[in-house]
């Protein structure tokens, strides 16, 4: 699969607001290992290129979980195309240029300490998770504020965060629900089993 050429193709299909452009620019440059970066150290597609396949696990996951109709018609979820490519599509962006290549010992199955290749975590720009992502995406364009939470609050409960905002975003942010579920079946469902 090309998830680099699949990513651009669902961005320039469906994101177009102002600024939209001049991220993908960005996201495209030598600034940014956005299309080579892993989604995490040791766990959920720790590999190059994990972090655009999870972006695009996400994006399907909460494309079904929108269009099923009891969501539609019993939980009265309307979001447009543009609003769920982004929050899917960019809910991670946190995720760039905070990996770097590196060795770890393991022991393998005869209990020989052997050094695999891994990743470290080097944040730069310490802003947290969900709400750096929001940060990245707002210098390039604005966010409507469903839009804003649903990446925000994006862990849901398995972050760190007060157990009582998560569910008050969620109260209030149905889209911040629906990102979290569908990031939770990425993960846990779909990266997890591959």
């Given at each position: 699969m090309d998830y680099r050429s699949d990513f651009i193709n669902l961005y320039n299909r469906?994101?177009?607001?102002?600024?939209?452009?001049?991220?993908?620019?960005?996201l495209l440059s030598a600034n940014s290992d956005f299309f080579v970066a892993p989604a995490s150290t040791?766990?959920?597609?720790?590999?190059?290129?994990?972090?655009?396949?999870?972006?695009?696990?996400?994006?399907?996951?909460?494309?079904e979980y929108l269009y099923r109709n009891k969501v539609?018609?019993?939980y009265n979820m309307h979001f447009t195309d543009e609003t769920i490519a982004i929050v899917s599509l960019l809910h991670d962006i946190c995720k760039m240029n905070v990996y770097q290549k590196s060795l770890r010992n393991v022991k393998d199955k005869n209990g020989v300490w052997q050094q695999v290749p891994s990743y470290e975590y080097n944040d730069t720009l310490p802003y947290g998770h969900g709400e750096k992502s929001v940060?990245?995406?707002?210098g390039?364009?604005?966010?409507?504020?469903?839009e804003a939470f649903a990446i925000r609050y994006h862990m849901g409960f398995s972050d760190?965060?007060?157990?009582?905002?998560?569910?008050?975003?969620?109260?209030?942010?149905?889209?911040?629900?629906?990102?979290?579920i569908a990031d939770m079946e990425a993960t846990y469902m779909i990266e997890s089993r591959a």
């Open positions: 469906f994101i177009h607001r102002e600024g939209a452009d001049e991220l993908l620019k960005y040791r766990f959920h597609l720790s590999k190059e290129g994990g972090l655009i396949e999870h972006s695009l696990n996400v994006y399907n996951c909460l494309t539609k018609s019993e940060y990245i995406i707002s390039f364009m604005k966010l409507t504020r469903e760190t965060e007060n157990k009582q905002n998560v569910s008050a975003a969620f109260e209030q942010f149905p889209l911040a629900l629906a990102l979290s």
